[in-house]
């Protein structure tokens, strides 16, 4: 069964700087998309950064310039630096993944159970 899970989450003053790391693991064909979703409370998740497979990115405008995604492919893992936090960045992250998973190949956007960033004043 695939499944991803985050890590590096935690409490960190406004300005600091944390690093979310998510794992895909299980039997997996391929990954083509990997991304980062945040919802804060009382707000609707929304996309954070999300990278394709040949590493092009996208971030949302709140986040450009202070965050920035990688992969590793041969690890099936995506990570997320978040530099020059702020008391909004406060949510719970999410990793997402589109991958083809084995023995049936059917394609499937798993999401991680999610790892709670909050960002102090």
Same mark, same amino acid.
């Given at each position: 069964q695939v499944q991803l899970v985050e890590s590096g989450g935690g409490l960190v003053q406004a300005g600091g700087s944390l690093r979310l790391s998510c794992a895909a693991s299980g039997s997996i064909v391929s990954i083509s998309a990997m991304g980062w979703y945040r919802q804060a409370? !009382?707000?609707? @998740?929304? =996309? $954070?950064a999300r990278i394709i497979t040949g590493g092009s990115t996208n971030y949302a405008d709140s986040v450009k310039g202070r965050f920035a995604i990688s992969r590793d492919n041969a690890k099936n893992t995506v990570y997320l630096q978040m #530099?020059? =936090?702020?008391?909004?960045? /406060?949510? $719970? &992250? &999410?990793? #997402?993944? !589109? =991958? $083809?998973? @084995? *023995?049936? &190949? @059917? &394609? =499937?956007? *798993?999401? !991680? *159970?999610? /790892? @709670?960033v909050t960002v102090s004043a």
């Open positions: 409370p !009382g707000k609707q @998740r929304e =996309l $954070v #530099n020059s =936090l702020k008391p909004e960045d /406060t949510a $719970v &992250y &999410y990793c #997402n993944a !589109g =991958l $083809v998973e @084995r *023995p049936s &190949y @059917r &394609y =499937l956007e *798993p999401w !991680g *159970p999610g /790892t @709670r």
